[in-house]
């Protein structure tokens, strides 16, 4: 019987999501709960579905490296993961499935309390590491979901500028330098 | 009709009528008044197409005057216009690169991977951990169980404490690649055929090989049951090659915002370059009154059809006159074969009453006509008086009255040399229609001999202090009626100008709203006259 890959186990999941933060941001940015996102300029909403603010909010917990534990109702987007990104067939939009991976990569890199050793031994189950892969992708998203919320607190216009999103990301991303960034002495 | 019209139709008629009934020439007659209806069926549309040509010849030259000053202007025009056209061109295509979907490139440009470098590190490095970690514990569980065999492979490595890289790494076809170039591409040096590192290369490739075929069954039982490390560093390999693009991309996305952020300046520079020649054109619009945009946009292509339509009428009016001329002959040949055929019969006499009717028709009309162009040139010769006494000082050219071949007159502007002035400045355009007007009004007290007054509304409105004040004095001496409304003996607060009003010799009345009045209710404005003089 052909072994399920680590990833394509975490693709089938379906990460979740504190309910209240529907109404006061995703119903705001995207189409999620409207359907085709072919109308998104049109209803001058910056994002397609649902799960693209996600993936926005899953980067800046990822780059500000903060988690936050998801608290009372959650909710789920209708698609898993694996169809995430596949936007062929939408008018002015390019697929990402890629990005999926990246994703994935990231939630390896920062997942500490996955044992990969004891994954590789079947001491864990795959079905308990992707949970746990699953629980960090989360709080990341979580994070980033508290935090696009203080920014619309602070000014209710930001992301309705053109460069309100990327802006975000790229003070996030291009932090004073470190010594953490200088290439590793060997 | 007129009377001499309508007396010459039924003389003719009458003649015609009688010339019927002579049964004597009847054959004769027959023929005669045939070709006589033939030929002055002919004769009028001869002047009708010639009517038509005169007024198309007339239309023409009129437009080609009108146009001759506004050439300039219109090829002015045509060049803004062109200008125009292109720099629309150009901001649409700067406007058009110009994509600031920046949110939507997070995503679909994968932007969002900008700072992805050091988390992708973080992931090699763990797997790599990981990796390293399993080997070392498969080995020592392999050695632990007696694997001898399996031991030796990695013995000499493991001497040095040095635990052997994963099988898959570097990949197959990489491995393939150093051993036929004889050169090991991780450490940089040669490994000829046959050296250690040679065979090194080689045992290392079979290795790879092997653990790629299927598997025979067996009992063994093996620390590592799942081989999920093999993914996990395939997936190290694969976007490890896409590594640049993701350091990159700081500086893709600089690029693009600067690339829109020039392409908004050149745009904005485009749009004042717009707004300059858009001010240019109103301009040179407002220079040029007399014709809309429209007409000074077609006057350009139309010059060249006009001055062509109006050569053709003219051509043809000289084609059709003489045409009109040799019909007119052999009508009168026809008319004369015609009466000598009445001579000797009963229908002489309507002949006679005929030709009396045709003549006295003949006379009025040359009457009438003369009468016109003796009118119209006295009307010119007193309206060029007037101008010359409204306009004291400066260029006012000579007014021409024109007859139409429609019939009705046009009042033109020429210099001495026939030069048409196409666009008088609005005083003079003023006093040259005043001039027009005391002109008719003079030639009908002569004619009516009793005078009517002429009534002007703001008829100074146009003009400089000079002229106005040269104006006053002119309709002051004219011995005519004149009633002018006038805002010009006020001051700018509203008061009399007495000294302006002390220059005139007429009488002269201030004509103001009765106060107290309600601004709102239009019943309560009333209108007071006071006699100031």
């Known amino acids: 019987m052909a072994v399920d890959n680590l990833f394509d186990v975490w693709a089938k ?71 995430w990104g596949n936007l062929d067939s939408k008018k002015f939009r390019k697929a990402y499935p890629r990005l999926r991976e990246y994703i994935f990569v990231a939630l390896i890199a920062n997942t500490d309390e996955l044992d990969l050793i004891a994954l590789e031994k079947s001491e864990i189950s795959v079905s308990q590491a992707v949970d746990l892969l699953k629980d960090t992708m989360e709080q990341y998203a979580n994070y980033g979901f508290y935090f696009i919320k203080e920014k619309i607190k602070e000014n209710p216009n930001y992301f309705y500028k053109t460069s309100g999103f990327l802006d975000l990301i790229l003070n996030l991303v291009v932090a004073p330098k470190s010594s953490a960034d200088e290439i590793e002495t060997l | 009709m007129g009377f001499t019209d309508f007396a010459e ?38 002047r009708q197409r010639l009517k038509t040509n005169r007024e198309n010849a007339s239309t023409y030259s009129t437009k080609l005057d009108e146009i001759e000053s506004s050439k300039e202007a219109s090829s002015l025009l045509k060049d803004i216009n062109e200008r125009l056209r292109s720099l629309e061109d150009k901001k649409l295509k700067s406007e058009l690169l110009i994509n600031e979907d920046y949110t939507t490139m997070l995503l679909d440009e994968m932007w969002i991977l900008c700072g992805f470098s050091k988390v992708f590190k973080k992931y090699q490095k763990k797997v ?49 690649e150093m051993i036929e170039d ?30 790629q075929l299927p598997k025979e069954k067996s009992d063994e039982v093996s620390l590592f049951k799942s081989n999920y490390s093999k993914e996990l560093e395939q997936k190290s390999i694969s976007l490890g090659y896409n590594q640049d693009e993701l350091n990159n991309l700081i500086n893709t996305i600089q690029e693009r915002i600067e690339f829109n952020e020039s392409r908004k300046m050149e745009v904005k520079k485009i749009k004042d370059n717009i707004d300059i020649e858009q001010e240019n054109k109103k301009k040179l619009l407002a220079q040029n009154d007399t014709l809309t945009e429209e007409q000074l946009q077609n006057a350009y292509e139309n010059i060249k059809n006009w001055y062509e339509y109006r050569n053709q009428a003219e051509k043809q009016i000289v084609v059709l006159e003489k045409e009109e001329k040799s019909i007119e002959n052999l009508i009168a040949e026809e008319q004369a074969k015609y009466d000598n055929l009445a001579k000797n019969s009963v229908a002489n006499t309507y002949c006679k009453v005929h030709t009396v009717f045709s003549k006295i028709k003949s006379a009025y009309k040359f009457a009438k006509e003369k009468n016109t162009r003796d009118f119209l040139t006295l009307l010119e010769e007193k309206a060029n008086h007037y101008l010359g006494k409204l306009n004291l000082e400066g260029f006012y050219g000579i007014i021409r009255i024109i007859k139409t071949p429609d019939g009705s007159a046009r009042i033109l502007l020429q210099d001495k040399n026939d030069v048409f002035v196409a666009s008088p400045n609005q005083a003079l355009k003023t006093t040259m229609y005043m ?7 003079e030639l009908t007290t002569i004619k009516r001999e009793n005078d009517f007054p002429l009534i002007f509304d703001a008829p100074t409105s146009s003009f400089a ?6 104006f006053f004095n002119v309709i002051s001496d004219i011995k005519k009626q004149c009633v002018i409304f006038s805002k010009s003996f006020l001051t700018d607060n509203g008061n009399l100008d007495s000294n302006k009003i002390d220059s005139l010799h007429c009488t002269i009345y201030r004509m103001k709203k009765k106060e107290p009045y309600d601004k709102y209710d239009l019943s309560t404005i009333q209108t007071e006259m006071t006699l100031i003089k």
């Open chain 1, 13 to 83: 999941r379906n990460p979740k999501w504190e309910e209240h933060f529907e109404d006061s941001i995703i119903r705001v940015y995207t189409d999620y709960g409207v359907g085709s996102s072919e109308l998104t300029s049109a209803k001058g909403k910056a994002l397609g579905a649902g799960y693209e603010l996600y993936i926005y909010a899953f980067f800046i917990g990822l780059y500000a490296n903060k988690r936050r534990d998801l608290v009372g109702d959650t909710k789920t987007f209708g698609q898993p993961i694996q169809f």
């Open chain 2, 9 to 46: 139709d039924l003389s003719r008629k009458a003649y015609e009528k009688a010339m019927r009934s002579d049964k004597q020439n009847s054959q004769q007659e027959r023929e005669l008044s045939s070709n006589l209806e033939t030929l002055r069926n002919n004769l009028s549309s001869v």
């Open chain 2, 128 to 176: 790599n951990a990981f990796s390293k970690e399993k080997r070392i514990q498969e080995n020592n569980y392999n050695k632990n169980k007696g694997k001898e065999e399996a031991y030796k492979e990695i013995s000499i490595s493991l001497k040095n404490g040095i635990v052997p890289l994963s099988i898959y790494i570097p990949d197959e076809i990489s491995m393939k």
């Open chain 2, 182 to 211: 004889e050169f090991c591409k991780v450490c940089g040096r040669a490994a000829a055929k046959g050296s250690d590192a040679y065979n090194f290369m080689v045992n290392k490739l079979n290795e790879l090989i092997d653990s």
């Open chain 2, 435 to 441: 001039s027009v007007l005391f002109a008719v009004s």
């Open chain 2, 465 to 470: 202090p000079q002229k106005e004040s040269d």
